[in-house]
């Protein structure tokens, strides 16, 4: 083969590879419809966590202003038909479970990633109806991803189906912050309340008083 004909052979096959990849190449990146199973968005990457701040319908909320208790926090939206309300009503009755001196140190927070419906109106009225003890938050899409992606939290906003409201396919764990404000530990979506329980009570330690 000439070296005329290599370059030409050379340039056809980049075109056709090119021409592939613009038709059919689909990164593979969560279920292109309806909200998925739990655990089918995996996490993107290796949460690291470390303190945010966000906005609430209390104003600024900023992780570090819950030194000294255990943070439970979970990423969703609220418009979400059913991981989100499984999840947070978990995180709810483990809250109930907890005896008023345990709950005195505990925080549940939700970080919508759906800035876009979840006004601070929103967000006031549905994390609280799950436990007074969950406080919603949410900011900038720039800033919810940034604090996503410190957490490792995957989501992706879906296109809806035909005049339905979209949906937005998220990653389900839920995240326990040490009284120091370090992750400590993950929980699967559909951890058992005990299981929930349990993660609390060995985080407050030293049978749930204060340090
Ligand atoms: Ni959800």
Do not use: N
């Not at 980049?14 to 969560?30: K, Q, R, T």
């Not at 007074?132 to 919810?144: D, H, L, S």
């Amino acid at each position: 083969m000439s070296r005329q004909r290599y370059w030409i052979a050379a340039g056809i096959c980049l075109s056709m590879l090119l021409v592939w990849l613009a038709f059919f190449w689909e990164p593979d990146i969560g279920t292109p419809t309806g909200h998925p199973g739990p655990g089918t968005l995996r996490p993107a990457g290796q949460p690291m966590g470390g303190d945010f701040t966000l906005d609430s319908p209390d104003g600024k909320l900023a992780l570090q202003d819950y030194r000294g208790k255990v943070v439970l926090l979970y990423f969703g939206y609220t418009f979400c038909p059913d991981v989100c309300p499984t999840s947070l009503s978990a995180l709810g009755q483990a809250f109930t479970a907890l005896t008023p001196e345990e709950l005195a140190q505990v925080q549940g927070v939700f970080v919508s990633v759906d800035p876009e419906r979840d006004t601070q109106e929103v967000l006031s009225v549905y994390a609280p109806f799950f436990h007074p003890r969950i406080v919603g938050a949410t900011g900038t899409p720039a800033r919810v991803a940034e604090v996503a992606r410190r957490y490792g939290v995957s989501y992706m906003k879906q296109k809806p189906v035909d005049d339905r409201p979209y949906t937005v396919d998220h990653s389900s764990f839920t995240y326990l912050i040490d009284r120091e404000g370090r992750l400590a530990a993950l929980l699967p979506h559909g951890a058992p309340v005990a299981d929930i329980v349990l993660q609390i009570r060995r985080l407050l330690g030293d049978k749930g008083k204060p340090s």
